[in-house]
Every structure is written in C-alpha cells, then in structure tokens.
C-alpha cells in the first residue's frame, strides 16, 4: 500500500566564534554569516527543483495538453494531439519508444515515468510499452487486450498499480480496490488514477477521491475547474489536470 514520508527539515547551521575575537569583529562578521544562511535557503531548493520550462513552453505552444508525465528527478514529458510529444530528461528507452509510436503514427493515449525509473505508454489498440512493470500488471494488461479497451494505468515504486478499462477496473491490493469502489459509489464511473508512493489521485464522472500527500491547491484548483477533469497527474507539490479535448490546468 501507499508508503507515508516524512517532510524534509530544515538544515541548521551553527557557526562557533572563538572567544578571543573583539565585539565589534563578532558583530561584523555575524552579518556576513546571517546573509549567507539566507542565500543556502533561498538557493538549494531552487536548484533542486526539477526544470520544466521546456514542458511549460511546448503546453502554450501547442494551446493544448490532454496528458503529462512528471517527477521530481527521472524527468518531465507532455502530449498533444494524436501523439505529438516533448519531453526532457526522461529515460532513453521511454524517448525511443515515443519517437517509434509517433513516426508509425500510433494514437499514444497515456504514460507515466517512476522516480525510479519505471514507465510505461499505453497506445493505439491497448498496445502497452514499459519498463519495470510488475509481474501482476502485465497479466492483468494481457487479460485486458483480450476482452475490451484499456483506458487508463497507473503504477508507482512500493508495488502499487491500477488499470482501468471501459467497463473494469482492477488494483495491486484490495485495501486500493475498497478505497476506488466507495469513490464509485458517490462519484459515479471511476475515469483515472494517478498513484505516487504516498499519495492518490482518482478522477470518477462526479467528483474526485484524494489520499496522502495531494497538494491542496491541486484540490481546491479541481473544484473551481471550468472544464470537465478527466485526468489529473501529480509528483511532489506539482500538479496538471486535463479534460479529453486538452484544455488544461496546471502548477509545474
């Protein structure tokens, strides 16, 4: 199931001035040091947000974005259209797959990227790529294929997945299935799934089931959305949410 984490906390920096130095001296320096601690804080969690400009840029360019791929630190990837694309950082492996899709003119309908490194896209006629996929998942996308369209998956790194066709769904533990069923039940038909290892996001006809760590404005931006949300993606404190058309809303 779903891991919980802790939020990171802040580093303390302690500084010992030997007793010998002057008032004045302490004083002076003090200023110095203040400045500098300011500066760390302000500058490391900047550098180590992960660069999407590239993915915002293509999202304007194009005036429309039905789906994304993002994480904090495996890379970043949207879609547009039939099977445009642009993506940065993102897995080679993933990237040969979306350049072959694209030039064979398959309809790429959806994809993820792990932080570790797992992913998969879902194409054309439930055609599905991955790397990494657990073992259950791919038996169950093998069922899939057999009987009806695959519409949705979703998978992270603690062994958690869900797959959604037209008329079914399925999950890696019953705990998740009980969780989606009681969404169905005030929500109506359950559309998607975005899972993280500590937090899920389930988009259903009428509304919406969060659990763990959903940023807030991702919640409240949900609510006072004008279109109709069919997916909603999330890594960390980012998130993007899309109706079928493409018309989106996004904090990356």
């Known amino acids: 199931m779903l891991k919980n984490t802790n939020r990171e906390k802040p580093i303390w920096i302690s500084l010992c001035f ?36 590239d993915i915002i840029n293509c999202i304007t360019e194009q005036g429309e ?9 495996g890379g970043n990837a949207m879609l547009y259209g039939k099977n445009g694309w642009c993506a940065k950082d993102c897995p080679a492996d993933f990237l040969e797959k979306l ?9 790429i309908k959806d994809f993820q990227i792990t932080e570790e490194g797992r992913w998969f896209i879902l194409w054309g006629d439930n055609g599905v790529s991955g790397h990494d996929i657990p073992q259950k998942l791919e038996e169950k996308i093998r069922l899939g294929n057999l009987f009806e369209p695959i519409t ?16 079914y769904y399925s999950a890696s533990s019953q705990s998740i299935m009980d969780y989606l069923r ?57 998130w993007f949410m899309a109706d079928k058309e493409g018309h989106c809303l996004y904090k990356l």
């Open 65 to 73: 974005c039905h789906n994304v791929a993002i994480t904090q630190t």
């Open 18 to 53: 030997l007793s010998t130095i002057i008032i004045h001296g302490i004083m002076k320096y003090s200023r110095l040091v203040i400045s500098f601690v300011l500066t760390l804080f302000v500058y490391l969690p900047a550098m180590a947000q992960t660069d999407r400009e």
């Open 152 to 167: 949705s998956i979703s998978l992270n790194d603690v062994g958690d997945w869900v797959l959604i066709t037209e008329n």
């Open 182 to 238: 009681e969404g169905e039940d005030n929500y109506g038909e359950l559309w998607t799934v975005c899972l993280t290892d500590n937090a899920l996001a389930a988009v259903y006809e009428n509304g919406y089931r969060w659990f763990g760590d959903v940023p807030e404005d991702c919640k409240e931006a949900a609510r006072e959305v004008p279109f109709d949300v069919y997916r909603i993606k999330i890594s960390g404190t980012s």
């Open 99 to 107: 350049k072959e899709l694209q030039e064979k003119g398959k309809q």
